[in-house]
């Protein structure tokens, strides 16, 4: 239940390094100094400029044997006309007494990985290539050396993993483009048939000489028309298992989805097929290499299969699926079946809405990741249906998790609402986290507003929780003026992640400022399981509002929000809440719409995730145009007074640009105070580093003009 204390909540018990982990912050100020405009701010204050110093980090990798500890940090390039982040790998013990940096250069280094036998760490990067199609694979000797490329593709390197004995990779390619298509390209005759020409992904090998120079020839393993998703090797290295979709779009992934296996020559068969290649030069088409694979179909039906992972015995095959038909609204319940084939099982976890991390050594155990309320967690459940049993646990948020080859030991990132992101590493069977590196020791960390789990009870009985961020140096009794941050989705989440995190909606910033943020994770939110996720099913702008709504009341029964200087924002579906809310009150004082869609029939003719919205609905806009305006801030946007600014990326595909075009131009012509603000070359949500640090400035500058400054100032110590 919301607000209750169980093993969930109980304290994280890391345990520091026993040698100085400074010495990794000390390696990334040093790798980075002058990288940024950040750097020369005032250090005594929390600003967006401040939280770009706090860097992302991603793509835990662990050594088979748990020594080691690799991990991608990404920082932002401000300087001049930069605004792009540059990400690179870094490499620990176990110990956390060795944090050095790497690769370097000017080009990103991801998606690290150890070879089986410790020997090796290869990665993707578009590094001095020779490949024309972006990312290939390269490796570098963990004994000494220097990086060496590995593959040479057509296209771009995508997700890849290690054959089981270390003799091949295998890798997902997109299509590369023809010649036909490259010379249409060149003669700027690249016409655009929309939902035509899809460009596939596809597996491929290579065979792995560590004694060669030379990048390896990828042989292709599957082709047709069905789009990759995901794959594992099974443990004899003789076949893999991979989730596919009929084409590539995003849609698609909410109608389709099944689960096949194919046949993967070994490395000497390999190379007799490149052999045979060379001497024939008999390719198909446009120079294509026909598929080698012997592809079976594992699991088909109405329902969507992803993510297949083999377990270490070759009997079981995991997958996660939505059952016996699509569920647009999200569901993803873990499923175990026989790897010959046969009857599924169906496996519960609290949230139906997990990922699959991987199998314990003996194959009895999946162990899983998945969000439980504000909190993300690992957690393991028995093959045979017994009892979950929770990895890690304690107030905050698990992430990046890697697993050894016997799942005996875990590498991840944590992170709570007042402690930024770092690598830690524990057993899974005893937990007992240990912290590996201290990335950001060096980082200003200057009063932080604390950040309060919160619970109310909402209309119909629901039980709703939410996160309270207070003010920087907050006294109680102190009523101060508040901002209603409502999360996207709606099956989205507001969880106990580090808040002076760089973002879209600077949270220490506004608290620095002076106000108090309240984000509540109302029906519709992942974490609180199907039921409640499912709840606003055909009810949008009408239960989750009376749940917002009802967590203002409580913060303002609570005693800390002035209930005359209540400011509202949101981005995506919490854009949507904005734009509904100031049709249904007036009781904020200003708004801030962040790719919100405020009309659903116009949304779904023109987003790239129509179905999604549809699902919600329950029936398409010509069979009940009533619904769908009904629920639709447009059709009442002859209620709105408050003064909205709306904020669009100029190239979103997901809540396309005209949804904020639309609710602008109306605001403007019935004369309400608006301003509308695009960024340009921005999708759904801002990506290069000076548009992130410049929304939450806006917004403020927005709603300290619509609020009396002089009085937030005399009731707020002049904060």
Partial sequence: MPGSRNILSQPFPFRTPRRALALAAILLVAATAGAQTAAAQDDDAWTPALSMRYHAISGTAISPDGSRIAFVVREPLMEGPQSEYLSHIWMTDAEGSRATQWTRGEASAGSPRFSPDGEWLTFTTSRDGEGEGGSQLWALPLAGGEARQLTEAAGSVGAYRWSPDGTRI?????????????????????????????????????????????????????????????????????????????????????????????????????????????????????????????????????????GPVWSPDGAWIAYVSTGDQPEPIGLGDVHVMPAAGGEARRLDTPNRSASVLGWSGDSSELLLLESLGTRRHVLAVPVDGGETRFISYGDGVVGSVALTDDASRMAFTWQTTEEPWDVFVSPTNGYAPTRVTDLHADVPRPE?????????????????????????????????????????????????????????????????????????????????????RYANFQDWGYGDFRDLMSGVDHVIEMGVADPDRLLLMGWSYGGYMTSWAVTQTDRFVAASMGAGLPNLISM??????????????????????????RHSAMYHIANVVTPTQVIHGAEDLRVPFTQGQEFYRALDRRGISTEMVVYPRTPHGPREPKFVMDVSERILAWFRKHLDSEAVTAADGGR
Avoid: C
């Avoid at 003719?605 to 010509?622: A, P, S």
């Fill in 170 to 306: 295998a890798f997902l390619m997109r299509d590369p483009e023809t010649a036909d298509e490259k010379k249409a390209r060149e003669e700027k005759r690249d016409v655009i048939l929309v939902d035509r020409n899809y460009k596939f992904s596809h597996l491929y090998v290579v065979a792995v000489d560590p004694e060669s120079d030379e990048p390896a020839e990828p042989v292709r393993l599957t082709a047709g028309d069905f789009h990759i998703t995901g794959f594992s090797w099974a443990p004899g290295g003789g076949r893999i298992a991979f989730s596919h979709q009929t084409d590539p779009r995003i849609n698609t992934a909410r109608l389709s989805g099944d689960i096949s296996t194919t046949t993967v020559p070994d490395a000497g068969a390999i190379a007799d097929l490149l052999a045979a290649r060379e001497e024939t030069e008999e390719e198909e088409e446009e120079g294509d290499p026909a598929a080698v694979g012997e592809v079976s179909a594992l699991v088909t039906g109405a329902g969507i299969e992803s």
């Fill in 448 to 532: 932080m507003g604390p950040t309060r789990l919160v619970s109310w009870t909402s209309t119909e009985g629901f039980e709703i929780e939410g996160l309270l961020t207070y003010p920087a140096g907050y006294e109680e009794g102190e009523r101060v003026p508040m901002i209603l941050n409502v999360h996207g989705g709606p099956g989205g989440v507001f969880s106990q992640s580090f808040t002076g995190s760089p973002a879209a909606y600077m949270l220490q910033y506004f608290a620095q400022e002076g106000f108090a943020v309240l984000r509540p994770n109302p029906r519709g939110s992942t974490g609180y399981g199907k039921d409640f």
């Fill in 604 to 629: 779904t003719t023109t987003t790239d995730i129509q179905d999604y919205l549809v699902g919600h609905m329950g029936v398409e806009f010509w069979e009940d145009y009533e619904r769908y305006e």
